[in-house]
Structures are given as C-alpha cells and as structure tokens.
C-alpha cells in the first residue's frame, strides 16, 4: 500500500477524496436523487418513495356502466331490508355475463362476475334468480370454502381477501365482484372509523388489482328516515367515504299512494350524483319450475337521491301526498307571504309529516325567502307580483332579543339545549 495514501483502519480510503466537480444547489441534488431511486429496479427501496408527477401518465376512469358501476373501485349498494338490493345487483350481474345493456342502455361488454354471499345460498337462492334475470351460468363464480392445513373451512372475507385475489387471478376477463354482506369484511367494531377503514382496505385494493367493479351490499340504519341516503348507511361513515360510488334502493310511494321502488345514485366522488332508476320486484319461474324473482327496470328518475327518497316510504306514512299539496295550497296564496312554520304546523296537525309537506311545496314550486339573515322563512305561491316579507312587527322583535339574551345566559351558565332540528329550518 501507497505511504501517500490515508487510511482508515488500514483500508485505503481513496474514496474520501473524490475529483473536484461544479458545486450543483441542493435542491438539483435532491431531484437527481429521487430519479435514482425512481430509476432502480429489481432492488428493494428503503423509505418512502415519492413519484412526481412529470413521470406519472394521465388516465380517465374506466366505467363498467357509465356514471354509475366504475371498474377497478369499490360500490356500495345500501337500502333496507326487503327493497331487492341482492336482487338489483344480480340484475347487474347478469347484464355483464350476457353482454346485455343496464337501465339506461347502455351496453356492456361480456365477462364474468364474482359472487360471495354470507346470507343467500347460492344454489336455492342465487342462481336461480341469476338465470331469471337471463345471465350466462358459464360466466357466473361463487366464493366456496377455502382450504388450509388438508381442511376445509368458509371463506371469511376479513382474513381471506389475498386468497381470494390469487384465485381471482386465474378470471382474466373478470368484471363484477359482489360481496353480500360487505360489513362481515371489518372484524372489529363497524361503527369504528379506523376499524372499518383497516377491514376495507383489503376490498380496495382487491377491486384495484383486478380491475373489476367490486359491488359491497349493506343496510341502512333503523330510524334513519328522512335523514340523508348516504348518511343512513349503517355503521360507520368511513364505508361511505371509502365508496367511488353509493347507491341506494328504496320502496316509496307514488303521488297517488302506489308503492314503488327507487333505485338512486346517492354519492360519487367520479361522476355525477344524482339520478335513479324506478324497478319492480317480478315474480317468475325457471325452466326448472323454480319460483324465483327478477328485478324489471323502469322509467329513469331526475333529481337528488333525497329528493327522490322524500317521498313517503312505504310502511312508514300512507296518507296521499296529494292530500298535503291540496291542504298547502289552502295555507298559502300567490299575493301575501305566509310563515312557512306557521304553514308546516297546520298542515302536520292533519297527520302529514315533514317529508310530505316538503314534496308538497316542491310540487306546488313554493318560493321561499328569508327575513334577514337568520330570521324567519316565509313561504307563498307562484304567479304573484313581487311583494316585500311582512314588516316585523316590535312585540316581535322584543320577543327575538329576549329569547336570544336567555340561549346566551344558558350558554355562559353551561346549560346546552337539543339541537333545533326542526324541518321547517331545512325549506
């Protein structure tokens, strides 16, 4: 070894005195760095990698059914018990193994589709309302048990997602999965944000990788009506958030009272999110002699997925929303305001609720406006001149100063009211 040359230790460190280059800035060698690190491969990256966008390339979504079932993302399709949510996804499932067009027809490429269910059995009770709807048998996959140490056991969707996607690998041409119930995926609390985030993931990503639109079917929450149709998914608002798409399915009654089902796009993150389909529930038979049900599409529907829901559902008010538009006719005229409390308050003492009046001032195109900026809504009919609110009179208003200086005493003595949830706030 050179005399003239440093050690380390007896190691020549030559290393230590590199040739003199330009002095690059240090935000260059930052990004010289990451190209490094972006350009390796084969090699295991340490740390977190960090992609920019200059070297990533633009690509649309892809849509299964345009607007509506997006490939490669997680669906959720929420309703209550009995309004035919399994049996509107099987309508779907079938429209993709025959190559067929959805309710709006648009058509569809053939391919297969994946069915787990933890509730229906597949062959008294899926396949027999899949051949009803006119799917392609040859085309149709069921989620079996899973074999593990020379026994078998049921597949369990929160532990057996990675099998599954090995499996699912050998469908090329893999279009639709379905899993019903999606909830059976979280293993802990499901009305734990974090909890349902960790046992959704795993669903995510599967749809992600085979590039298939994956159909989670759930339930609404009791009680929830009237309440927004995505927020009345049960559980917790981390399944709808996780979801590209929810939709949801519901019976509700007509203007003249006929029950009707309804099914509506309720939240996209991809697309628009409004719209729906009206269905009914067809009994039939298969060439087996069978007894089954089908799903029969009908008219498309304009409109909000609350909006479209605010009609009274069925079981829950069978008073004519007819009736409530007469009565709000009555209340109101086209050359006076009238308080729109004032107005809601009669008519519910007729037995109407607050969703029908609702739909009623939205059939009559009730002009609302409001006395200030938190004053009071008033409410009259179409076809008038243009009039002023009513002058406020100053009882009134030393009615509104007390009130206001008795919520702020309560306020600073720690006593806290319900929150006003008065519909009448929300027209």
């Known amino acids: 070894m050179r005399d003239d040359i440093p050690t380390i230790e007896g190691v020549a460190a030559t290393h230590l005195y590199p040739p003199e280059r330009p002095v690059l800035d240090a935000r260059q060698r930052r990004i010289e760095a990451v190209d490094r690190d972006m350009a390796l491969t084969g090699r295991e990256m340490l740390g977190v990698e960090l992609l920019r966008g200059s070297n990533l390339k633009p690509k649309p979504i892809k849509w299964l059914w345009p607007g509506w079932l997006p490939q490669g993302k997680l669906v959720l399709l929420a309703g209550a018990p009995g309004t035919g ?64 140490q020379g026994e078998r056991r049921p597949f369990d969707p929160a532990t057996d997602t990675e099998k599954l996607l090995e499996a699912a690998r050998g469908l090329p041409e893999l279009r639709m999965v379905i899993f019903d119930p999606v909830v059976n995926a979280v293993t802990g609390n499901s009305h734990q944000n974090t909890e349902v985030r960790r046992g959704l993931q795993p669903l995510v990503n599967f749809a992600a990788q085979v590039g298939a639109v994956l159909i989670g079917i759930t339930h609404f929450s009791k009680g929830s009506s009237g309440v927004d149709p995505t927020m009345r998914v049960i559980g917790s608002v981390a399944f709808s958030a996780l979801a ?20 509506a796009r309720s939240k996209s993150n991809l697309g628009p999110d409004d719209g729906g389909f009206t269905y009914s529930l067809e009994q039939v038979e298969t060439s087996q002699g069978i007894p089954t049900n089908r799903t029969v599409w009908g008219e498309a529907l304009e409109g909000s997925a609350r909006e479209l829901l605010a009609e009274p559902e069925a079981g829950q008010d069978d008073r004519s929303a007819i009736d409530a538009v007469a009565l709000l006719r009555e209340e109101l005229s086209v050359d006076c305001w009238t308080n729109a409390k004032e107005a809601q308050r009669s008519i519910e003492s007729q037995g109407f609720s607050p969703k029908q009046i609702w739909r009623a001032t939205k059939h009559l195109n009730v002009i609302r406006k409001r006395e200030g900026f938190q004053g009071n809504i008033y409410w009259r009919l179409p076809g008038g ?43």
Do not use: H
């Not at 027809?105 to 994946?114: A, E, K, R, T």
């Not at 243009?386 to 702020?408: C, F, Q, Y």
């Open 85 to 148: 949510k399994t049996t509107a996804a099987l309508s779907f499932a079938a429209t993709v193994t025959a190559g067929g067009s959805f309710p709006d027809g648009s058509m569809c490429p053939d391919g297969d589709v994946l069915i787990w269910s933890g509730e229906d059995d597949p062959t008294d009770t899926l396949l027999p309302r899949l051949i009803a709807a006119g799917a392609n048998q040859g085309r149709i996959y069921f989620v079996g048990d899973v074999g593990a």
């Open 244 to 263: 590209r798409v929810v939709l949801v399915c519901a019976k509700t009654k007509d203007n003249v009272g006929n029950e009707r089902r309804i099914l």
């Open 385 to 427: 001149p243009e009039i002023g609110l009513p002058t406020a009179s100053i009882d009134s208003i030393d009615s509104k100063i007390k009130s206001r200086k008795s919520m702020e005493s309560m306020r600073l003595s720690g006593i806290t009211g319900e929150a006003n949830d008065d519909p009448g706030e929300d027209f």
